[in-house]
């Protein structure tokens, strides 16, 4: 009996170290709450990955799937199929492929289309002929993608169905979709099972259908028009429906993964992810659900891993809903499988002492569970926690149709943490669309003037989004309608919040910039809000969309091909600099001028891997500047170093220097 309390008491230690290393359960739903919301508002778009599942570990990334309306997938013929002449319908064909795979077949009633894409280097046709029928090419599909991401953006890599975005933290991958759900996986419905997943989840996964992801099956003949069938959507209810013990064992089984099976080069990619989501799945499907408790986590874990070896000792992994899918068939040689299951063995034998050589989970034998956590503590580690969640959905988010739907969701939310983030993202909203809002052709000052309101109303309701963004947009809307004074005050106002407590979002991610909390923080902490929290700390970099009408003058060519951005701090001196200019202060100018030039000398000692554009537009500002007083030897060094460090040219110093010279 005394060994049986000791082992629950060290797993309820386990436990609580877990939720502050990984993330509590709160943290878990508002991590997730905000990507769903992120989802909603772009349409079309299913964010999973493991950012996606309410985890932030090392090296996590954000998998979104763009669901490409143009197309419809139908099982087969005799459904009721709809006709769209803005959409072309193909059906399955699985006779000829792997179990998950499938061929996709232009229906007979469109055989005399032919689907072109126009795209920059010539005519794309992505149908090819098989069977005396128009068949469409994953491959070709692919490559579209490819081109139509890389005139925005330069990926790293591709992989599989997907591409890398520039830092490596985002997988993009355009897929089709199927609302029905398909005879492959309709055994999965009814199979036998404990408790989990639910009646009612199982209904609710199948009226969601599936999705194709263009990649083939490998080695097969036809792999190039062969598309994947993903069950993404069916994967994501599944894993939020994780109790959090089980979400944890899901976690440092992934840790385990990538942060010690893979410091082993020869190993890396022979297992991933989604092995240990597939695993997790059928072994929730198998046990009762009593024994996932908080006081239970390490023999649940032990459960996890030696299921791990045995797939492994038997290369046997099957598909969750389609078991006639092997994901272990063929995966394995000799020498890495005996080495994967030596090292397995090993950390089964070590039990989570295996974890001290974790990069995550090293200190668990220094912590202490005797300690209660302050309030304080809680609060800044809860911020620092979800803070990288919303970073990335600021910026991936770029459509002012949301907003009436946030709206809607944020009067219907029944909880605080729910209002708050719909609340949020309708301040984020806002300010897209006064970014973007295009003034009518009219003359006259009663229609300039309800133009003028209708933008200014949208920058108000966006001051909700952070300590300083929201405001320094408004001052350069004010400095945009020469409103010169108004502006220079505004940005005076913004200049005294830059203060050292505040989490600068813009250095989330450059791991050596320790955000420090200072006393004001603390005592803040002690008496505020979560919301109040958030709209005095933190600050975004500044956004502008594509065409913005409310950037200044000055820098129209830097949006004129996308969106882009700013780092406060300098662009609120550049901005001080501006309206100098304007209203001819030399000496104001000047002193403007040296401090966003002590800015950027600073920034200058950060990384510019992170940072571009962001600091490199910092480095254009200061060149911009030096040209408007005449110093044209200064500007042209300041654009010949941005130039030099625009790796793939998105900026505009290459065409500023051109200019110069």
């Known amino acids: 009996m005394e060994g049986m309390t000791r082992e629950k008491h060290e797993s309820l230690k386990f436990y609580n170290y877990l939720c502050q ?23 079309n778009t299913i964010t999973s990955g493991s950012k996606g599942e309410g985890l932030d570990l090392k090296g996590s990334d954000i998998d ?33 492929t792997q179990p998950c795979y499938t061929q996709l077949y232009l229906i007979t009633h469109h055989q005399n289309k ?34 139509v991401y890389c005139r925005f ?55 969601c259908g599936v999705l194709f992801v263009p990649i083939g099956c490998k080695g097969s003949i036809n792999q190039n028009i062969e598309w994947r069938i993903s069950f ?9 429906s994780f109790s959090h013990t089980q979400l944890l064992c899901y976690a440092i089984l992934k840790i385990l993964l990538k942060e010690l099976v893979e410091k082993h080069q020869d190993l890396k990619g022979l297992l991933c992810s989604y092995f240990i989501k597939t695993l997790m799945f059928w072994i929730l499907e198998e046990t009762d659900l009593y024994v996932w408790r908080p006081d239970n986590i390490i023999p649940c874990f032990m459960a996890c891993l030696k299921r791990l070896l045995y797939c492994v000792r038997y290369s046997i992994l099957s598909h969750y809903f389609i078991p006639e899918n092997n994901l272990f068939l063929l995966r394995f040689n000799t020498n890495n499988k005996e080495k994967i299951i030596t090292i397995l063995s090993n950390f089964y034998g070590q039990g989570i002492n295996c974890f001290a050589s974790s990069e995550t989970l090293q200190d668990y034998q220094n912590y202490s569970d005797e300690s209660t956590e302050s309030l304080i503590s809680r609060n800044i580690r809860f911020v620092q926690q979800i803070m990288p969640t919303f970073y990335t959905i600021r910026r991936m988010l770029g459509a ?12 219907s939310s029944r ?96 791991e050596r910039i320790v955000i420090l909390i200072q006393k004001r923080v603390l005592n803040l902490m002690k008496k505020e809000k979560l919301e109040t929290i958030m709209k005095s700390l933190i600050i975004h ?70 940072f571009i554009p962001d600091t490199l537009n910092t480095v254009i500002c200061c060149g911009i500047a030096r040209q408007l007083i005449g110093d044209t030897f200064i500007a042209r060094k300041d654009f010949k170093v941005a130039a030099a460090l625009d790796e793939y040219n998105i900026t505009s110093a290459a065409s500023r220097l051109f200019n110069l010279i």
Not at 72 to 85: G, N
Not at 401 to 410: P, S
Not at 471 to 479: G, I, N, R, T
Not at 550 to 559: A, H, S, T
Request: charged share 20%; proline share 3%; net charge neutral.
């Open 400 to 411: 002012d149709q949301i907003l009436r739907l946030l709206y809607n969701f944020l009067h």
């Open 64 to 96: 979104v799937m763009y669901i490409d309306r143009y197309f419809e997938v139908y099982e087969s013929e005799t459904e009721k199929i709809v006709l769209d002449s803005h959409r072309l319908p193909f059906v399955m064909n699985t006779d000829e």
């Open 415 to 510: 909880t605080g943490t729910s209002r708050l983030l719909f609340a949020l993202q309708i301040a984020e909203a806002s300010m897209v669309v006064a970014d973007i809002y295009l003034y009518p052709n009219r003359s006259g000052n009663k229609h300039y003037y309800f133009s003028y309101i209708h933008v200014l109303s949208h920058l108000t309701i966006g001051l909700n989004m952070d300590a300083l963004s929201g405001l320094l947009k408004l001052a350069s809307f004010l400095y945009v309608h020469k409103n010169y004074e108004a502006s220079l005050n505004m940005i005076a106002y913004i200049l005294q919040k830059c203060t050292d407590e505040k989490f600068d979002m813009s250095f989330i991610y450059q």
């Open 232 to 240: 993404s959507v069916a994967e994501n209810f599944l894993i939020f």
């Open 114 to 147: 032919k689907l072109i894409f126009n795209v920059s280097g010539g005519l794309l046709n992505v149908l090819e002929m098989s069977h005396l029928r128009y068949v469409l090419s994953s491959e070709q599909y692919k490559q579209y993608c490819m081109s």
């Open 541 to 610: 970099s500044c956004y502008f969309e594509q065409n913005s009408s409310i950037i200044p003058q000055e820098l129209q060519l830097d949006v004129s091909g996308m969106r882009n951005v700013f780092l406060p701090l300098p662009f609120a001196h550049f901005l001080n600099f501006l309206c100098y200019y304007h209203l001819h202060d030399i000496s104001s100018c000047k002193q403007s001028l040296q401090r966003l030039e002590q800015v950027q000398q600073r920034l200058s000692h950060c990384s510019t891997e992170v």
């Open 153 to 207: 953006k330069s990926p790293k890599q591709v992989h599989g169905p997907c591409i890398s975005g520039g830092n490596g933290e985002h997988d993009f991958a355009w897929c089709l979709k199927c609302d029905t759900w398909i005879c492959q996986a309709k055994p999965w419905v009814g199979r036998p099972r404990t408790a989990w997943p639910s009646p009612e989840l199982i209904s609710k996964i199948i009226s």
């Open 21 to 43: 290393k990984i993330g509590s359960e709160e943290v878990v739903r508002i991590r997730r709450l905000a990507l769903v919301i992120y989802d909603i508002g772009l349409k």
